[in-house]
């Protein structure tokens, strides 16, 4: 039989001893309250703020019935809930600071440990990691458990995609941030309806511990952007510079994949014929190196690479190379890469092989330790001098693609291999571009979303667009690229989807081109609408830098959720195809098919439509705003 244990059950004179101590400045601490132990269920606790809900959980669902009740392990001590289940698991509840909680729990026996919180229907949460199926807020996705690693989204591995971070926000005002070296699954809305759920246990791809431990921090406060923008920066750092402002501003510009040197070089040539000489840069695609490792320009392909990009650089344009960490088998480097100890070996000290783009006896570097990262590194750099490419496209590095046994450093294996690709992509300068993260908000490089595909939906079509670059935002990548217009896709886009992808592009940080708008499927007007919206791109260009310059010191998205203007308005919680640009541009595009109109929701503020020069006072709803194929909604908002 369970039994009510209260947080408030301590000597009622301590209780008066840290009043007269911290005076009435201690209401201010967020109150969390232990209501019922119920064994094989859990205990129930809620976190709150100045005594209004913000979050419940259950902790300890995991815990066999048969090691309740718990033992009191600090009765005298009135700031800690800790509560010992026998020798089998311990969980220690303490206020860290004014706003903050932290649960830790510890176990020699247990090898797993589960707390899972339970989400109303009228609240909604943000952040965490990348999804084949992207929406915003994420609840409409429900996650089986899974590894909380990251992986390629587009091959269905995992519930988790490319950039995956332990950081959570409520609307209601709160966040939750799991440590780092949690051996960390993760379910939502599953095998536990209605509950986020956060497991550390000792399986694949984690090792086995001695200890096991789940250890985290809730924050609460009084509305969602306040607690993000006080809590966020203890756990994360914020960009250490700003980036190739060129690539932020101005087109970019892709080869197909398997590209050659007379494909590229026309390519350049279309590109200023056209009127886009104002452009970033090329990036060359895949499958331009002799084999995947090799690192060298295929001579068949590419007969003089230094001539290539000696006539785009004199076009005014620069250039950049797709690139991984990867070796076939089949290259000649590997022989080098094996004898001088390079690539990822097991635990038993074989270098291990896996699978990669459907190719057998794939390699990969082991770029967590110094020697190897470096030897990548300087043969990047040799590529830089030999031919003149300005700099590099960063592709793989996602933990799915390492061996089940690799060796790598243990507290924050496995997914310290994409942090360290991360540390390693970030020292060649701002026109980086990488298409996994992983604790590395620090770098001032561009980070892309996972490949999309030429359709209209959530899953990796358009609509899943915006709420990726939002998800990112929130979990400290403001540098994000959405991707390549109309996605990449086996199909070519139709002109409207094409038109339409090109509009929700126009205000985001960079705009990525590989099938061009002069090309067969299209018409003279596609051309003419895609060069108005890089004029318009143009014309708001000093809102991006200055969103630039705020994610840069501030650490803010360049990309924000419309609630960031009014967190206390529900109506903008749920808002997934609206994005604000800074806090002054509010954007709305079409992401339906066939649709001319949609309703859009203007927060508190003044707001104008420049395309009309019509004036709004908000917070009021726009119905069916009318939007044909060449508009892109957009307002400005009046600042007083």
Known sequence: MGYVKNHFE??????????????????????YQSYQERPGEGTEIEFRFNGEHRLSALLGVALPAVVYPSSDCAPDNASVTCHQFGDFATYKVTNIDEMCTQIEWTSTNARRLEDCFLIRDDQHFYGGAESHWQYWPVNPDPKQESAYITSDAKTGFSDFGNVAENYWLFSQGASIHVEENTPFFLSWNTTRPGQLCFISADQYP???????????????????????VTNFPKWYKKPAGMLDQGMLLRPIWSTTAAPNQSEVVSLARQIVQHGFQGSSHIEIQDRWETCHGEMDFGPDKFPDPKEMV?????????????????INLECPVFVDALENHRLIVDQKGNVAFGDWQNEDLTSLVDVTVPQSATWYKERLAHLQTRYGITSFTFDGGEVQYLPHSSNLPTEFKPNIYTTKFVDLAASFGGMVKTSVARMSQEHPIFTRI??????????TGLKSVIPTVLLLGIVGYPFTTPGIVAGQGLIPPGKELYIRWVQVNTFMPAMQFSLPPWATNFDDETIEIVRDCVLLREQYSGDMLSAAFQARTEGRPIIRPLWWLDPTDAMTFTEDQVFLLGDRILVAPVVEEGATSRDIYLPMGTWLDERTNTTYSGPTLLRSYSAPLHVIPYFVKILS
Do not use: M, Q
Not at 10 to 31: A, D, Y
């Open 450 to 459: 996972s490949d999309r595909a030429s359709h209209w939906g959530n899953d």
């Open 310 to 326: 000696d006539e785009i650089l004199s076009l005014g344009l620069k250039i950049t190379l797709w690139t991984h960490p990867f």
């Open 206 to 228: 984690y090792d086995a511990r001695t200890v096991l431990t789940l250890n985290y921090t809730v924050c609460v406060g009084p509305d969602v952007k306040s607690v993000h």
């Open 10 to 31: 301590k000597p009622i004179i301590i209780w008066i001893l840290v009043f007269l101590v911290l005076g009435s400045h201690s209401l201010t601490h967020p109150l």
